[in-house]
């Protein structure tokens, strides 16, 4: 006894095809049967606990040094001489975090000047020196 899903009034009834549900649904469970035993580990161990303490954000420091084309040197727009440079440098090489130092230099100052107090504050440990220029037009 065979029945026809085309036969008699009222329209058809089809059933959906659920094979390809079915195969995926057991591809699923094939992966989730090998991967769960690897989910658990063999070792069981408790981890610490990190504490994490949020330090304060300090701005850094921008130290600039201003060279005249006559080889005076100003700090941060005060006149200083080259052995009072070199000791406020060390203190402030000395500091954590270190400040920046902006070298600005007239356009006609001599190179050797410049190279100088660089080597200056290169001696006493400064690790940062910037120089300050003018955008060209």
Same mark, same amino acid.
């Given at each position: 006894?065979?029945? /026809?899903?085309? @036969?008699?009034?009222?329209?058809?009834?089809? @059933?959906?095809?659920?094979?390809?549900?079915?195969?995926?649904?057991?591809?699923?469970?094939?992966?989730?049967?090998?991967?769960? !035993?690897?989910?658990?580990? =063999?070792?069981?161990?408790?981890?610490?606990?990190?504490?994490?303490?949020?330090?304060?954000?300090? !701005?850094?420091?921008?130290?600039?040094?201003?060279?005249?084309?006559?080889?005076?040197?100003?700090?941060?727009?005060? !006149?200083?001489?080259?052995?009072?440079? @070199?000791?406020?440098?060390?203190? @402030?090489?000395? =500091?954590?975090?270190?400040?920046?130092?902006?070298?600005?230099?007239?356009?006609?100052?001599?190179?050797?000047?410049?190279?100088?107090?660089?080597?200056?504050?290169?001696?006493?440990?400064?690790?940062?020196?910037?120089?300050?220029?003018?955008? /060209? /037009?």
């Amino acid at each position: 006894m065979a029945f /026809s899903a085309n @036969e008699g009034e009222g329209g058809g009834f089809t @059933e959906p095809n659920v094979v390809p549900l079915v195969d995926v649904m057991l591809v699923l469970l094939i992966i989730f049967m090998v991967t769960a !035993p690897l989910m658990n580990h =063999k070792v069981q161990i408790v981890l610490p606990e990190a504490a994490l303490q949020q330090r304060p954000e300090v !701005p850094p420091q921008i130290i600039t040094l201003s060279i005249k084309e006559t080889g005076e040197i100003f700090w941060n727009d005060q !006149p200083v001489t080259r052995e009072l440079l @070199e000791t406020q440098l060390a203190v @402030e090489a000395q =500091k954590t975090p270190q400040p920046q130092v902006d070298i600005r230099a007239d356009k006609t100052t001599r190179y050797a000047i410049v190279q100088g107090v660089m080597k200056t504050a290169k001696d006493v440990g400064i690790r940062k020196i910037g120089f300050v220029a003018t955008p /060209s /037009s």
